[in-house]
T-cell receptor, first 120, second 112 residues
Framework: NAGVTQTPKFQVLKTGQSMTLQCAQDMNHNSMYWYRQDPGMGLRLIYYSASEGTTDKGEVPNGYNVSRLNKREFSLRLESAAPSQTSVYFC???????????????????FGDGTRLSIL | DAKTTQPPSMDCAEGRAANLPCNHSTISGNEYVYWYRQIHSQGPQYIIHGLKNNETNEMASLIITEDRKSSTLILPHATLRDTAVYYCIVRVAPGVADKLIFGTGTRLQVFP
């Protein structure tokens, strides 16, 4: 089971270059997410897509664009990379929660292994 | 979403129970408590979640106080592979999209 696959795993860019990070999931999930993680910090949500055809901003969307290409794929684009965007980027996916009895069903987010991006 | 407070680090001997506390004093009635962990530099991994009753699964137990202002994640028999950063997150019930807000978490070190 591949789960969530991110490409590339590592990338070095120069300031001003553009780059698209790819993410694909094979779990037929409706929702997909992009996070960034800076050293010593938790993850911060950049953008998310609740379902195919929709995207919304998260906590830190500035400097990024996203495309939900189809149900499987959700890409993150840096149009003009800046050193402040040096980070580890994680993609995740999840299914919608469904209430069964007293508790919503377990619909956790499944994460990829990350893309380590350095911008010089 | 409510803010959470966790100790920055904890140690635990292998084979012993690891009890990780989390304060969420501003939690509202429709917010759930979630726990994720991140091993080394991998993507976070879901552990467990609950609303107001204690929950248990194959990985851990979650104890939520009666006033819901704090909770404890229990790893009953910690192993070296449980060394990780553990995140306590509170948010509304999962719906169309599940926007998680991660804090800095607790770094658990399990030692032999």
């Amino acid at each position: 089971n591949a789960g969530v696959t991110q490409t590339p795993k590592f990338q070095v860019l120069k300031t001003g270059q553009s780059m698209t990070l790819q993410c694909a999931q094979d779990m037929n999930h409706n929702s997909m997410y992009w996070y960034r993680q800076d050293p010593g910090m938790g993850l911060r949500l950049i953008y998310y897509s609740a379902s195919e055809g929709t995207t919304d901003k998260g906590e830190v969307p500035n400097g990024y664009n996203v495309s939900r290409l189809n149900k499987r794929e959700f890409s993150l684009r840096l149009e003009s990379a800046a050193p402040s965007q040096t980070s580890v980027y994680f993609c995740a996916s999840s299914e919608r929660g469904v209430r069964t009895g007293r508790l919503h069903s377990n619909q956790p987010q499944h994460f990829g292994d990350g893309t380590r991006l350095s911008i010089l | 979403d409510a803010k959470t407070t966790q100790p920055p680090s904890m140690d635990c001997a292998e084979g012993r129970a690891a009890n990780l506390p989390c304060n969420h004093s501003t939690i509202s009635g429709n917010e759930y408590v979630y726990w994720y962990r991140q091993i080394h530099s991998q993507g976070p991994q879901y552990i467990i979640h609950g609303l107001k009753n204690n929950e248990t699964n194959e990985m851990a137990s979650l104890i939520i106080t009666e006033d819901r202002k704090s909770s404890t994640l229990i790893l009953p028999h910690a192993t070296l592979r449980d060394t990780a950063v553990y995140y306590c997150i509170v948010r509304v019930a999962p719906g169309v999209a599940d926007k998680l807000i991660f804090g800095t978490g607790t770094r658990l070190q399990v030692f032999p």
